[in-house]
């Protein structure tokens, strides 16, 4: 049995949970459920994800040829919940995190804190063919460097630097060139912001590129930006990267809407087709816009 080892920082806080919401922690089940979602936006079939990912349908299941496992994480101290004005873009980025549920994640220990790390552990019971393999690995490789995980992933939060594949340019131009290789529509582009990454400023300047989205992209069953009634998955995600020099950019990612919307909102030509709309407001605390 092969192992792979990666080391996972959070950026932002993630809001992730077993079966107590207000006991924050990462499971492996919720890993492995963003490898699927990453290997099937890349073009992988039905019958591929039961060969990587196992399946149980009638007489056909087979096991999964992939365990993912979680080591205990390193935590320096608890969060706390944030203070935020409702009006503000911090506010506009953090209430459905802290109105969901009635309010059980929003206390202490409720989310996994900025700068806490977690051991991702992949092993594997057998090899795959090797299409397969490759496709599964740039599902890795787009995890790590583009994945998010918990509430509000799609938003920003839950994401993570990954000690073994370190963000740049370089990286993201190789990364997006591989991912359109695969799906021709996918849309990754830079966003508009560029600063030292202290927690309150990415989560204003979260706030402010989503609505800056929403400008142009009003919610609704036939928004690639998803609905809540009815429910209707984001194609659109906004994810902080720090790079090797320190700074921290955003990235805005649209998943193929044929791969996850539903039909009414297939309709709606990428958003991020023309690029990354304006921030909602010009004077960004703690960051500068800045165009790419």
């Known amino acids: 049995m092969t192992k792979q080892t990666y080391?996972?920082?959070f950026l932002t806080p993630c809001f992730c949970a077993g079966a107590e919401p207000a006991l924050a922690e990462v499971r492996a089940p919720s890993i492995r459920g963003r490898l699927r979602w990453w290997f099937r936006v890349l073009g992988g079939s039905r019958e591929d994800e039961g060969k990587v990912f196992g399946e149980t349908a009638g007489d056909s299941g087979s096991a999964s040829s992939l365990i993912v496992r979680v080591e205990e994480g390193v935590v320096a101290e608890r969060w706390q919940p944030v203070q935020f004005n409702q009006g503000s873009n911090t506010g506009y980025l953090l209430y459905f995190a802290k109105a969901s549920g009635d309010g059980a994640r929003w206390v202490e220990g409720g989310a996994i804190p900025v700068g806490a790390k977690f051991e991702l552990?992949?092993?594997?019971r057998r090899k795959l063919q090797p299409q397969l393999q490759a496709l599964f690995d740039l599902a890795l490789e787009s995890f790590l460097i583009l994945g998010s995980l918990g509430l509000r992933s799609t938003r920003g939060l839950g994401c993570f630097a990954t000690e073994q594949r370190p963000f740049s340019r370089e990286c993201f131009d190789d990364l997006r060139?591989?991912?359109q290789q695969r799906a021709p529509t996918f849309q990754l582009k830079f966003g508009n912001?560029?600063?030292a990454g202290a927690e309150q400023d990415l989560l204003n300047a979260l706030g402010r590129q989503l609505r800056g989205l929403r400008k142009i992209c009003p919610a609704g069953a036939q928004s690639p930006l998803g609905a809540s009634i009815p429910r209707q998955a984001s194609a659109v995600y906004l994810r902080p990267v720090r790079?090797?020099?320190?700074?921290?950019k955003i990235v805005v990612f649209e998943a193929p809407a044929e791969r996850v919307l539903r039909p009414p909102a297939r309709?709606?030509?990428?958003?991020?087709a023309a690029g990354v709309p304006e921030?909602?407001?010009s004077s960004p605390r703690g960051g500068r816009i800045r165009r790419f």
Do not use: K, N, Y
């Open 279 to 281: 921030p909602h407001d």
């Open 7 to 9: 080391t996972l920082e």
């Open 193 to 195: 912001f560029e600063g």
């Open 267 to 272: 309709r709606v030509a990428p958003i991020l």
């Open 177 to 179: 060139a591989r991912i």
């Open 121 to 124: 552990q992949l092993l594997w």
């Open 243 to 248: 790079t090797t020099d320190g700074a921290f």
